[in-house]
C-alpha cells in the first residue's frame, strides 16, 4: 500500500541508579532497611528496562511496544512520587529526521527532566506504532483492524505531544519535537487510519454511498496533512517522497469519491451525474498516480472508474441522452469520519505493575513531612518548657543550698549524701575528660562539615566562571540559560547551610564558655572521694538542734516532692519523645477525593488529639513548681531563721558542687546530641553536594551538546541549499465548492498558550493530564529541565533542632519549607540554635498524574 511510517528519535545510554538513590534517600529518610532494598531493586530494573525500552523500538516489530509500553508506565509512576526538578539525569535525544543544524534546528536535545525522556519515549511509540501500522497486510480483516488501531493511537500521541512538548521543552526542540512537525504528523497518521477504514468498507461491499463519504473524509484528512506538510518550518524535514505521497493519496482518496457518489447517481437513475463524475474520478486517478510518481497507484480502482466511464456513456448516447452537468456544481455526498484521535489511558501497559508502589506520591510526602515537623515543633515546645522549669529550679535550690544545707546540719563535716550521690554519678559518667573530650571534637566535625559545603561551592563557581566565558565567546548565539539564574537557589540554600553551620559555632562558644565558668567545681566532681572530701571546707558551728527543728523536717519533705516532680517529667518527657502519628492512609484518601491534600487543618487535628493529655501534664507540673517554689523559700527562711545557719565557705563549696553537676547533666547531654547533630548534618550536606555534583554533570553534558550544534552549524552555513518550492499541483484537489475544514487530529485547544512560556501553571486548554504541572517555573531557556532547580528544595535541618539547651539562639534555617523534612527523632531534641521555628507551610502540589495512554485492547475497531 505504501503507507508512511515516522523514524525513531536515537537516545544516547544513561545511568538512572545514581542521580535516583540519592534523591529517594534524601527525600524518603522514613524507609525501612527492607524498603530502601525494593526500591534499590527497583532503581536497578528501570535502568535495565530503560536500556531495553529505547533501542527495541528499531526493531520496529510489535514486541517493542509492550515493553516501551512499560517503561512509559514506569516513569509516569516514578514522576509523580520524587520531586522530578531535583533529579539530575542528562537525558540526550537525537532529532528523527536527522535534519538539524542544515535547517536550522538541533541535531539533538539534551535535558535533565523526565517529562523529556516520556515525550522522547512517547514519540518512538507513536513512531513504532505507525511502523508496525504500515507492516500489516490490508488484503486482511485482522491486518486492516491492527492497522486501523494503530494509525489511531500514533494520532492520538503525537496530538498529545504537542501540548506536552511544548511544556516540557521552554527553549528550542529538536525539529521533529516542534508544534509544527507534530500537528502534520498527527493529521497524517489519522488520514491514513481513515485510509483503512476506506478499504474495509469497499472489501465489506457496504452501500456505495457510505464508501464515499469515508473516501470524503480520507481526502480531507490528506488534504490537511498536506497543508501541514507543505508549511514553511517543516517542508523540508520531511523524506523527498512524502509530500508527493501524500499528495497522490489524497487525490487518490478524492478519485474514489466520485467513483462511488457516481454509483449512486446511477441507482438514482442520473446518468448525467453519473458521468461527470467518473469523468472526474478518471481524471483524479491519474493525478494521483503523477503527483506521487507511482504509475500503478489503486490502479485497480483506476480501471474500474474508465471502465464505468466508457459503459455509462455508450448507455447515455444511446439511451438516455442526458446533459453532463458541471461536476463543480453537483453536491457533495458528505462525509463520515471513523477515524479519530482517542483519549489516552492510563496505564499503557495491561500487565503495568509499579516498581515504585512502596513511595507514595510526592503530595503525600510532603504532607507526611510537614505533619512530623509540625508535631516535632509541638513536642519539642513542650519538652522546652519542662527543661526550662527544672533548669529554673535547679537553680533556685543551688542559690538556696539545698538539699546540702539540710544534710550539713545533720552530718557536721561529713560530705552531704546528695552531694556524694551526684558526684559519683559524674565519675561514672567519665567526669570532666569526658566533657573535655566532646568539646574538642567539635572543631574536627565543624571542619569536615564546612569542607564539604566548600567543595560544592567550588564545584559551581567553577561551571558557573566556564558558562561566563563561553557566553563571552558565542555572545547571543550561547543560548542557555545562564548559571547564576539557573543556580541561584542552590546557592541559597548553600548558604543556609553555611548560616547553619556558624550558628552551630556560636553556640559552641556559649558551650565552652560554661564549661570554663563550672570548670572547678566540674574537677572537684570528678575527684575520687577521699579527695572530694579534702578539698570540702569545716562546718562552722551550728545548732545541734537545727536538724531536728520544723523547718528542716519540711525542707527535707520539699527535696523529696522536688525529686518526685523531676522523675515525673522525665517520663512525660519520655512519652513525648515517643509520640508517633501515622495519617499516610489520610493523606492518600483525600489526595483521591479531593486531589489536593489540606494537612494543616488535618494534622493539627490529629495531632492535638494524641499530644493533648500530655500537653495538660505538662500544665499541672509547672503549676505545682510555681507552688513548690514558693514553699520553699518560706521554709528556707523559716530554718535559717530557727538554726542561725551562715552562709560560709563551706555552703559556697557545697552550691558550687550542686551547680556544677546541674552543668554536668546539661552538657554532657547537649554536647552527645550536638556529635549527631554534625554527623546528621555531614549526611545532608553530601546529598547536598551530590545534587551540585549531578547538576555541574549535566551542565557540562549540555554545553558540549549545545557547542557541537554551534561547530556543526558554522561548517555547513556556506551550504545550505535554498529551500525547494513545493509545485503548484501539490495543492488540494478538493473542488472549489468543497471548503477545506480543520482535521479533527488538530483541535484548537493543542497549541499552548503564551503564558505557558513565560512560567506558571498550564492553564485550559491543557488536557486534564497536564493540569497542575509547573512548568516554565520549573523550566528555562534551552535547558529547560535544568531550570527545575530554581524549585529545587534541600533537605533542612529538622525542626525543634537545638543544640545548646535554653540558650537564647536564633534558628538558622527559618524558611527551609518542611517538603522533604527529616525526621527530628533522628537528632533528638537538640534545643538552642536550631530551635522549634514556626515555618512557612508549603503547599503540597498535587502530583503529576503522567501523560497517560491507551492499551492496545482499549483501542478496537
Not at 279 to 297: D, G
Not at 408 to 414: H, I, M, N, P, Y
Not at 432 to 437: A, D, F, G, R, V
Not at 574 to 586: A, F, N, P, V, Y
Request: charged letters at 20%; one cysteine or more.
Amino acid at each position: 500500500m505504501g503507507l508512511l511510517s515516522v523514524p525513531m528519535k536515537k537516545p544516547s545510554e544513561v545511568d538512572f541508579a545514581k542521580p535516583l538513590k540519592t534523591l529517594v534517600q534524601s527525600n524518603y529518610r522514613n524507609l525501612e532497611p527492607d524498603q530502601l532494598n525494593v526500591i534499590n531493586e527497583a532503581i536497578a530494573e528501570l535502568n535495565t528496562l530503560r536500556n531495553t525500552a529505547v533501542w527495541k523500538v528499531f526493531d520496529k516489530q510489535e514486541s517493542g511496544l509492550e515493553v516501551n509500553y512499560r517503561y512509559y508506565d514506569q516513569l509516569s509512576a516514578l514522576e509523580s512520587k520524587i520531586p522530578v526538578q531535583e533529579l539530575q539525569v542528562p537525558f540526550k535525544w537525537k532529532d528523527a529526521f536527522d535534519k538539524g543544524s542544515i535547517f536550522g534546528g538541533r541535531i539533538s536535545l539534551t535535558l535533565t527532566s523526565i517529562a523529556y525522556e516520556r515525550t522522547c519515549v512517547l514519540f518512538n511509540l507513536a513512531a513504532l506504532q505507525s511502523a508496525v501500522a504500515s507492516s500489516q497486510s490490508t488484503d486482511t480483516d485482522e491486518g486492516l483492524k491492527q492497522a486501523a488501531k494503530l494509525f489511531q493511537q500514533s494520532a492520538s500521541i503525537f496530538t498529545f505531544l504537542r501540548t506536552l512538548a511544548s511544556a516540557t521543552i521552554q527553549g528550542e526542540p529538536t525539529p521533529d519535537l516542534s508544534q509544527d512537525s507534530l500537528t502534520a504528523l498527527g493529521n497524517l497518521m489519522l488520514a491514513q487510519a481513515q485510509e483503512m477504514f476506506v478499504i474495509k468498507a469497499i472489501k465489506d461491499s457496504m452501500k456505495d454511498l457510505v464508501v464515499a463519504k469515508l473516501c470524503a473524509q480520507c481526502e480531507e484528512l490528506y488534504s490537511e496533512a498536506l497543508r501541514s506538510m507543505q508549511r514553511d518550518g517543516v517542508r523540508a524535514l520531511w523524506d523527498k517522497e512524502w509530500i508527493p505521497q501524500v499528495a497522490g493519496r489524497q487525490a487518490a482518496m478524492h478519485a474514489l469519491t466520485m467513483l462511488y457518489h457516481s454509483r449512486v447517481s446511477k441507482a438514482n437513475k442520473a446518468f448525467g451525474e453519473e458521468i461527470s463524475r467518473l469523468q472526474k474520478a478518471v481524471e483524479l486517478f491519474k493525478t494521483a498516480q503523477s503527483r506521487s510518481s507511482n504509475p500503478t497507484l489503486f490502479q485497480e480502482y483506476a480501471n474500474r472508474a474508465q471502465k464505468s466511464l466508457a459503459e455509462a456513456k455508450k448507455d447515455n448516447d444511446f439511451i438516455y441522452n442526458e446533459i453532463i452537468p458541471d461536476v463543480n456544481n453537483l453536491p457533495s455526498p458528505g462525509k463520515a469520519q471513523l477515524a479519530k484521535v482517542l483519549p489516552l489511558a492510563q496505564p499503557l501497559s495491561e500487565e503495568f505493575h509499579d516498581l515504585f508502589g512502596a513511595l507514595v506520591p510526592v503530595a503525600v510526602n510532603q504532607a507526611l513531612a510537614a505533619c512530623e515537623g509540625r508535631k516535632s515543633e509541638m513536642v519539642n515546645g513542650e519538652i522546652m518548657r519542662l527543661r526550662e522549669a527544672t533548669s529554673a529550679l535547679n537553680g533556685l535550690l543551688s542559690s538556696l543550698n539545698l538539699p546540702a544545707i539540710v544534710e550539713v546540719t545533720a552530718s557536721g563535716d561529713s560530705l552531704p549524701p546528695s552531694l556524694q550521690e551526684k558526684a559519683s554519678a559524674v565519675r561514672e559518667k567519665g567526669g570532666i575528660t569526658q566533657l573535655k573530650e566532646l568539646i574538642e571534637r567539635l572543631p574536627e566535625l565543624f571542619t569536615r562539615n564546612k569542607e564539604i559545603l566548600d567543595e560544592a561551592f567550588r564545584m559551581m563557581d567553577e561551571e558557573r566562571d566556564s558558562d561566563n566565558q563561553l557566553r563571552a565567546q558565542f555572545k547571543d548565539r550561547w543560548t542557555r540559560t545562564s548559571s547564576d539564574k539557573l543556580a541561584a537557589t542552590f546557592r541559597a540554600n548553600g548558604e543556609k547551610y553555611r548560616t547553619i553551620i556558624n550558628n552551630a559555632t556560636a553556640a559552641d562558644k556559649v558551650i565552652r564558655e560554661k564549661f570554663a565558668t563550672h570548670k572547678h567545681g566540674l574537677e572537684l566532681l570528678s575527684m575520687t572521694a577521699d579527695q572530694l572530701a579534702k578539698e570540702i571546707p569545716s562546718a562552722g558551728a551550728s545548732n545541734s538542734q537545727a536538724s531536728n527543728s520544723s523547718a528542716a523536717q519540711t525542707l527535707r519533705s520539699l527535696m523529696e516532692s522536688v525529686e518526685t516532680m523531676k522523675a515525673e517529667r522525665e517520663c512525660i518527657e519520655s512519652e513525648l519523645k515517643g509520640l508517633t502519628i501515622d495519617l499516610k492512609d489520610r493523606f492518600l484518601s483525600a489526595l483521591s477525593t479531593e486531589g489536593v491534600i489540606n494537612e494543616p487543618a488535618i494534622s493539627l487535628s490529629e495531632i492535638g488529639k494524641v499530644i493533648g493529655p500530655l500537653q495538660e501534664q505538662v500544665g499541672e507540673t509547672l503549676a505545682r513548681q510555681q507552688v513548690l517554689s514558693t514553699e520553699v523559700r518560706e521554709a528556707h527562711e523559716r530554718f535559717v531563721s530557727e538554726s542561725g545557719v551562715s552562709t560560709d565557705q563551706r555552703d559556697r563549696t557545697l552550691s558550687e558542687l550542686a551547680a556544677a553537676y546541674d552543668v554536668f547533666t546539661e552538657l554532657q547531654g547537649y554536647l552527645q546530641e550536638g556529635e549527631t547533630f554534625y554527623n546528621g548534618l555531614t549526611e545532608i550536606l553530601l546529598v547536598y553536594q551530590s545534587k551540585i555534583s549531578d547538576y555541574c554533570f549535566a551542565r557540562k553534558t549540555e554545553k558540549e551538546e549545545l557547542m557541537k550544534d554551534l561547530t556543526h552549524e558554522s561548517s555547513r552555513q556556506a551550504s545550505v541549499a535554498p529551500t525547494p518550492v513545493i509545485p503548484t499541483h501539490h495543492t488540494s484537489t478538493t473542488a472549489s465548492n468543497e471548503p477545506a475544514s480543520t482535521s479533527a487530529s488538530a483541535p484548537a485547544s493543542a497549541a499552548p498558550p503564551a503564558s505557558a512560556a513565560a512560567g506558571g501553571t498550564a492553564p485550559a486548554p491543557y488536557p486534564q493530564q497536564m493540569q497542575g504541572i509547573p512548568m516554565a517555573a520549573a523550566y528555562g531557556g534551552n535547558m529547560a529541565a535544568m531550570g527545575g532547580f530554581t524549585g529545587y528544595v534541600p533537605p533542612p535541618m529538622p525542626q525543634g533542632f537545638n543544640p545548646y539547651g535554653t540558650l537564647p539562639y536564633p534558628s538558622a534555617y527559618t524558611g527551609f519549607p518542611p517538603a522533604t523534612m527529616v525526621p527530628p527523632a533522628y537528632y533528638g531534641t537538640y534545643p538552642g540554635a536550631y530551635g522549634a521555628q514556626h515555618h512557612q507551610q508549603q503547599q503540597p502540589q498535587q502530583p503529576q498524574p503522567g501523560a497517560p495512554g491507551a492499551p492496545p485492547n482499549q483501542m478496537g475497531w
